[in-house]
């Protein structure tokens, strides 16, 4: 997680984050760490929360530029109460996704972060959609993103994901990647409800020669 400043203008932005959505039977999970680093050598922050809830059970998870993530999800959050209030319902998780798609699109040549959209409703239970940098949506049972994904590619391909644990992922991209890191935001949702985890640090399993 990359906080916008003029450095990235000449070097780039890199993701600098892990986070991570899976769907299982009922609900899905969103994950991430959370540290905000500029520039890959600086950390700005290590209790950033990258799971920006925009609607009762529709959730995103933030990578690339912090600034640009915050303005998208704050704009997407707008427009998703106005829809609710027109429509005299809570939004589709599609629809969400939709708004952060057009968003990013319109503004692609300005904005440099990514998003998971996940969530819940009626019409169509759990989902999960890939929002990328330059406006591509996509719907997966499962995705990973940030700089710590690659690390733990083979792990998730490997394992089923109905049976992967968000946490031991997460730990496992921050054991790896130097600008991931601090603790796990994890957040589960539910027709019956959306619950807020928080891992420590020292709470999370330990790899390799950490």
């Known amino acids: 997680m990359d906080s ?26 969103i994950g991430s760490d959370s540290r905000a680093s500029m520039g890959e050598s600086y950390v700005s922050s290590k209790t950033i929360n990258k799971l920006i809830q925009v609607h009762d059970r529709i959730f995103c998870c933030i990578a690339g530029s912090l600034a640009d993530a915050q303005a998208v999800t704050k704009m997407a959050k707008f427009q998703l109460s106005f829809h609710s209030i027109q429509m005299e319902s809570p939004p589709l998780v599609k629809a969400a996704a939709s708004i952060m798609r057009e968003l990013c699109y319109n503004n692609k040549e300005e904005l440099q ?11 169509k239970g759990p989902q ?24 733990i590619y083979g792990y ?14 997460l730990a496992l991209a921050m054991g790896r990647d130097n600008v991931s890191g601090g603790v796990v935001h994890l957040v589960v ?11 420590p640090g020292n709470k999370l399993p330990k ?3 950490e």
């Open 4 to 29: 916008h400043h003029s450095y990235s203008q000449v070097k780039g932005v890199s993701t600098g984050t892990t986070i991570l959505a899976v769907k299982f039977n009922g609900g899905v999970i």
């Open 128 to 151: 999960i959609y890939v929002v990328s940098l330059g406006g591509m949506l996509l719907s997966q049972p499962y995705t990973i993103g940030g700089s710590g994904s690659t690390y």
């Open 189 to 199: 949702i539910t027709e019956a409800e959306v619950k807020h985890v928080v891992v």
């Open 207 to 209: 790899f390799h020669d």
């Open 156 to 169: 998730v391909d490997f394992i089923p994901m109905a049976t992967v644990c968000v946490s031991t992922a």
């Open 113 to 123: 972060a990514g998003f998971i959209t996940a969530g819940w409703d009626r019409k």
